[in-house]
């Protein structure tokens, strides 16, 4: 079934795992040429590359640091002269330790690392690509955002803020770029069972959240990046400025985690 990213060019931060990754190799598999980035895992990294090369698409893995501004300009240069401009972006670049900020004892030094990469580095990244997306006339800007932006979540009040600011940035966005026939949305999971997860986490503790979801288990990454496939296809035709949970109903019941 054709949803209209034959040929398309996606830039996927944050690919080398989790949902970055499984959002990468579903594009891939849909016909996008896409460009993906990781931060220091280079196993995972070409691991994540070998899938999507596997699912029949165009990739190239490319080592970004996303607080690095210049970094990402160059980034989107690369992509530009390789395949003529970027169509998509799925920002889902994050920095580790979401939730052991300690609000009384961590300071500016461990809030500006979070705002750098999961809220700046966005920003920045969207705007380098725009200029392409306007000039032809159609682009897709979808941010990774989380339930913590919209309910709170303990010991991640950095993480939080961010996540929040995303949001605001998504419905700023959709105001300015539309008329250009660039539709911004945000996709905002609750907690997502991961392998690195699983392993990390008592299995107590996620059958307990498991227990809050009406669907009855916690999300995987493929149920995030089908949500994400939709938005930054073109079978999304009008939807726009849009931050959209995807928790199983959670919320309804009892605030869960994070992504």
Known sequence: MEIGLRGKVALVTGASSGIGRATAVLFAGE?????????????????????MRQAAGEVLMEAVDMADHAAISALVDKVSQKWGGVDILISAAATYGRTDFDF??????????????DLTGAFVIAKAVFPHMKQKGWGRIVFLGSTAGEIGLENAAH?????????GLTRGLARD????????????PARVLTAKQAKSIPRAVLDADASYVPVGRL????????????FGSGWNTFVSGEV??????????????MK
């Open 31 to 51: 016909g996008a040429r896409v460009a993906a980035t990781f931060n220091k895992d280079m196993q995972a990294a070409r691991e994540a590359e070998a899938e």
């Open 104 to 117: 009384e004892k961590d300071g500016l030094e461990r809030w500006n690392e979070t705002m750098a990469v």
């Open 159 to 167: 993480y939080a803020a961010a996540k929040a600011g995303l949001a």
């Open 177 to 188: 770029l539309g008329r250009y026939g660039i539709l911004v949305n945000c996709v905002a």
């Open 219 to 230: 999300a995987n990454a493929d149920d995030v990046a089908r949500t994400i496939l939709f």
């Open 244 to 257: 959209v949970l995807v928790d199983g109903g959670g919320r309804l019941r009892k605030p869960l985690g």
